[in-house]
């Protein structure tokens, strides 16, 4: 009997040192050496074999079973149309679904529903298909207007280029306000991919997600919703026409709610003049944080915007954190825009902010 007790302590010490090792290893901050980021990431996001013992059980079973699925416009592949292929997974899919999509150009308007968690989208790095539609506010809503539309959870997407084809707002048009993407589903991890569009090119609207390597580019509001939501290497270009331009809207409205978003040695370009803002307080609790950012001279010496909210001054969080280049410039930021403390910054600056220990895996290999 003490045997069985004593092997029952060790299993239960190994689990828990395994354990406390992961929680370690996500807890790592993000490197202040923007050259570090690609060892530091192969560090700490390990591939399916080796952290079985971790993820999510769900995830692992549908990693282990997972299929490859073809798109080819020339009609080479399983199927012709992303579209199709999408249609061909089933409902409350339980299985990783890789959907391999060939160079060129697709004019479709993508959904993948919440009973189908699992799906990859991915190109290759050296010819990224381009996932294209004209959807506006005024033919389908704000929200329903994106190229692709996510629900589900556990959706992973590398080396795409998505777009909303639709004209730059003039200020007169009605519903001009158009999506390239919307992410409702958690656990999402988007690698090396572009968002192209205007007013709210991406809707990132509820969950855990991560970003890596991507590019997104808009003028007002093109970063939206109540994502929780880390963003590394990310270039943020503004298509400024020299009217007000606003990089973020995130819409947090309770203390409890844990969402945010969190920049880590992204980088804001474009043009249009110093009239852009760092983000606005759409939510009277609205969250998001730039850290080893460089900022273009494109930035408002404000920085922040308050819409006019002032009660809203108060319950904001706006933060900085050792960021560059002439947008950085702290002197003239309004007083609800704050430089962060290395203390105060910590939780934007690891992979625990988004729980990836749980979900996160590398990007998917563009050459299978």
């Known amino acids: 009997m003490k045997l069985c007790m004593d092997a029952l302590a060790i299993t239960?010490?190994?689990?828990?040192?395994?354990?406390?090792?992961?929680i370690l290893a996500?807890?790592?901050?993000?490197?202040?050496?923007?050259?570090?980021?690609?060892?530091?990431?192969s560090q700490n996001v390990k591939p399916l074999a080796d952290r079985k013992?971790?993820?999510?059980?769900?995830?692992?079973?549908?990693?282990?079973?997972?299929?490859?699925?073809?798109?080819?416009?020339?009609?080479?592949?399983?199927?012709?149309?992303?579209?199709?292929?999408?249609?061909?997974?089933?409902?409350?899919?339980?299985?990783?679904?890789?959907?391999?999509?060939?160079?060129?150009?697709y004019k479709e308007k993508l959904k993948i529903d919440r009973n189908k968690p699992f799906v990859t989208l991915y190109g290759s790095p050296k010819g990224m298909p381009k996932l294209t539609f004209d959807g506006d506010a005024a033919k389908f809503g704000t929200v329903y207007s994106a190229t692709l539309i996510v629900e589900a959870d556990y959706f992973t997407a590398a080396n795409l280029v998505i777009?909303?084809?639709?004209?730059?707002?003039?200020?007169?048009?009605?519903?001009?306000q158009a999506l390239a993407a919307r992410f409702m589903g958690t656990k999402a991890a988007i690698y090396n991919c572009k968002f192209t569009g205007f007013q709210d090119t991406l809707c990132d609207d509820d969950g855990l997600h991560f970003y890596k390597d991507c590019f997104i580019q808009g003028t007002v509001d093109f970063i939206f919703g109540k994502g929780t939501s880390l963003y590394v290497n990310t270039q943020l270009d503004v298509a400024g026409d020299g009217g007000l331009a606003v990089i973020t809207a995130h819409s947090r409205e309770q203390e409890s709610d844990g969402s945010g978003y969190s920049f880590v040695h992204c980088s804001i370009t474009g043009t249009g003049g110093k009239n852009t803002f760092l983000g606005r307080a759409w939510m009277p609790r609205s969250r998001v944080v730039f850290a080893y950012t460089t900022m273009a001279d494109i930035i408002h010496p404000e920085g922040w915007n308050d819409m006019k909210h002032a009660g809203f001054d108060k319950t904001v969080m706006f933060g900085e954190y050792k960021c560059s280049g002439p947008g950085s410039v702290s002197t003239g930021r309004v007083s609800y825009g704050?430089?962060?403390?290395?203390?105060?910054?910590?939780?934007?600056?690891s992979l625990?902010?988004?729980?990836?220990?749980?979900?996160?895996?590398?990007?998917?290999?563009?050459?299978?």
């Open 53 to 105: 013992a971790e993820l999510d059980p769900a995830l692992v079973a549908a990693e282990e079973n997972a299929t490859i699925i073809k798109v080819m416009s020339d009609g080479t592949g399983d199927f012709k149309t992303i579209t199709e292929a999408i249609a061909s997974v089933p409902a409350d899919n339980k299985k990783r679904v890789m959907i391999s999509i060939g160079d060129g150009i």
């Open 163 to 176: 777009e909303n084809s639709s004209p730059r707002p003039d200020g007169v048009r009605k519903g001009a």
């Open 12 to 22: 239960r010490l190994v689990t828990f040192l395994a354990t406390f090792t992961t």
């Open 338 to 349: 704050k430089q962060l403390s290395d203390a105060e910054v910590n939780p934007f600056l």
């Open 352 to 368: 625990a902010y988004v729980q990836s220990e749980k979900w996160l895996l590398p990007p998917p290999n563009p050459q299978v």
């Open 26 to 41: 996500v807890s790592t901050p993000i490197p202040v050496e923007k050259s570090q980021i690609d060892a530091w990431f």
